[in-house]
T-cell receptor, first 114, second 116 residues
């Protein structure tokens, strides 16, 4: 079956702009989580959506937001981009219906803010 | 808050040899899950192995096995018969098993090189 699809793969934006990243989970998976990966901070949890509701949120400013659609696809939005937002953004999908579930990651979106 | 520590930024192993990657974690919870993920240059995080804290038996997946020491809060990964394709970043991760806590807390990673 198809894996987790993230689009686009690469993105270059200017400081102050906003950006939207997309994640399509594995068919049947209802949970999508987002992570930011940088050389300095490592992998940090952004938020998780389950059945169109945000279930968990990490310690990121309000400029970072997300949503999930009825087909479980999720989008992440970053407004007023800063240079420090340059990172690899990974999404992970899971069935999410029980605690004992695994995560499947996508290949990420590489965002560069100039 | 939980923390995960990987004290080896880089490791090197010869092909066909065995290597062990270290991971320690800190938590006050008794029920949780531990994971090892591999991230090759393709960037995708690939699950290598998973351990449930309530299970005393160490998890194994083919050439990959863990040494889970709950009291010591240690979770090391052993790779046997190393192959060139094992070269990647390896991340240790923790997830609580309580409530709806689905967040993974990652260590800083260990870069594994495999030489001929």
């Amino acid at each position: 079956k198809a894996g987790v699809t993230q689009t686009p793969r690469y993105l270059i934006k200017t400081r102050g702009q906003q950006v939207t990243l997309s994640c399509s989970p594995i068919s049947g998976h209802r949970s999508v989580s987002w992570y930011q990966q940088t050389p300095g901070q490592g992998l940090q949890f952004l938020f998780e959506y389950f059945s169109e509701t945000q279930r968990n949120k990490g310690n990121f400013p309000g400029r970072f937001s997300g949503r999930q659609f009825s087909n479980s696809r999720s989008e992440m939005n970053v407004s007023t981009l800063e240079l420090g937002d340059s990172a690899l953004y990974l999404c992970a999908s899971s069935a999410g219906s029980t605690l004992n579930y695994g995560y499947t990651f996508g290949s990420g979106t590489r965002l560069t803010v100039v | 808050a939980q923390t995960v520590t990987q004290s080896q930024p880089e490791m090197s192993v010869q092909e066909a040899e065995t290597v062990t990657l270290s991971c320690t974690y800190d938590t006050s919870e008794s029920d949780y899950y531990l994971f090892w993920y591999k991230q090759p240059p393709s960037r995708q995080m690939i699950l290598v192995i998973r351990q449930e804290a309530y299970k005393q038996q160490n998890a194994t997946e083919n050439r990959f096995s863990v040494n889970f020491q709950k009291a010591a809060k240690s979770f090391s990964l052993k790779i046997s018969d190393s192959q060139l394709g094992d070269a990647a970043m390896y991340f240790c991760a923790y997830r609580s098993a309580t409530g709806t806590a689905s967040k993974l807390t990652f260590g800083t990673g260990t870069r594994l090189q495999v030489t001929l």
